[in-house]
């Protein structure tokens, strides 16, 4: 199917959220990403990691209501601090998640509170927000 003439100045470009502003997010997607095949080492010869990309869509009422962020958390073993507490945070019991394969499934439509961090550009990519730390609904911290 074709569309008709796309005009680029009406569509959206990157929003950047505040900092360290507590959003109010639901999960709308989490996906298993494995390394590729041919992949398996990094430029400085360590080893890739598969990750789990996810979709959190802001449900605070604003300017920023329906706002898209999209983050990878890391599979590495030792690492996986932002999955764990997406999980806690949310309400997913650890232990019942420990005793199943994992399926980043269990992720999706859980809500909560997330603290946003700038990533700035770089290799040729814009500057994008990236989750710094997920909070529980009632938990209050000031940050430092």
Same mark, same amino acid.
């Given at each position: =199917? ?19 502003? #507590? ?30 990309? !996810? ?15 999209? $983050?990878?958390?890391? +599979? ?5 601090? =932002? ?13 019942? +998640?420990?005793?199943? #394969?994992? $399926?980043?499934?269990?992720? !999706? $439509?859980?809500?909560?509170? +997330? ?13 994008? +927000? ?15």
């Amino acid at each position: =199917m074709l569309l008709g003439n796309v005009t680029w100045g009406d569509v959206a470009t990157e929003i950047l959220l505040p900092e360290n502003v #507590a959003f109010h997010f639901r999960v709308k997607s989490a996906k298993f990403v494995p390394v590729k095949e041919g992949q398996e080492l990094n430029k400085d010869g360590q080893p890739n990691y598969p990750y789990i990309n !996810v979709d959190l869509v802001v449900k605070s009422e604003g300017e920023f209501l329906g706002q898209h962020i999209f $983050d990878n958390f890391t +599979m590495k073993p030792g690492q996986m601090f =932002m999955l764990r507490q997406l999980a806690e945070k949310t309400g997913l019991d650890l232990e019942e +998640m420990a005793q199943q #394969a994992f $399926d980043p499934n269990v992720y !999706v $439509d859980r809500e909560g509170l +997330m603290l946003l961090k700038k990533q700035e550009a770089k290799d040729g990519y814009p500057a994008k +927000m990236r989750v710094k730390k997920f909070l529980s609904f009632g938990e209050v911290e000031a940050d430092e």
